[in-house]
């Protein structure tokens, strides 16, 4: 697959490992005759470490052979959290160690999630871009606080605490987006 078309949340091999394209920076040459560089931000799909990978517009890198399955969260017990397949409803587990980031967003209601599976085994799951969670607790709204950039923390149903506007009160659903762990909108 050529730099110029790996797209954001593509799985690629890198330095034989699969990673998962996070976040692409395309630089421009700034003379005649100049390359262009295209830097991305990966996730080694199996360590969940970062990686950087920079390619000039000829470069390639090979596209991993994975398959994406919808799946649905059903439970969670002391050792792993537990997946139901939605189209043939086989049932994957993955250690609590490997979902550390993505159960912060996990509900039995949550719609968009993936299980990449490599060899007949899961090895990740892959969020939905946002989630909806209902705030749980934080402080009272003020009246007549206006939409400024004013923020206090949150509590959402997860346990995942967020910075929202000084207006939102318990029991409104937001939205909340996956990458970046931050508040987006009313939901």
Not at 64 to 93: E, G, I, P, W
Not at 101 to 125: R, S, V
Not at 146 to 172: D, H, I
Request: proline share 4%; charged share 30%; net charge negative.
């Amino acid at each position: 697959m050529l730099a110029k078309d790996i797209k954001t949340g593509t799985i690629v091999v890198y330095e034989g490992e699969p990673c998962i394209i996070e976040t692409i920076n395309v630089q421009s040459p700034s003379a005649r005759g100049g390359a262009t560089f295209y830097k991305y931000r990966a996730r080694n799909v199996s360590t969940k470490q970062k990686v950087d990978i920079t390619l000039r517009g000829g470069d390639w890198l090979d596209e991993a052979d994975f398959r994406r399955r919808d799946v649905k969260f059903m439970y969670s017990d002391a050792d792993a959290c537990h997946f139901l397949d939605q189209t043939d409803y086989n049932q994957y587990s993955l250690p609590h160690d490997e979902l550390e980031e993505e159960k912060k967003y996990f509900t039995e209601e949550l719609e968009g999630m993936q299980a990449l599976i490599y060899n007949d085994a899961c090895i990740g799951i892959q969020l939905p871009l946002t989630v909806a969670l209902k705030i749980t607790e934080c402080d009272p709204a003020i009246k007549g606080a206006s939409a400024t950039s004013r923020t206090k923390p949150a509590t959402l149903e997860t346990g995942l605490v967020v910075q929202v506007p000084e207006y939102l009160k318990p029991g409104e659903v937001i939205k909340i987006d996956t990458r970046t762990g931050g508040y987006l909108s009313r939901a």
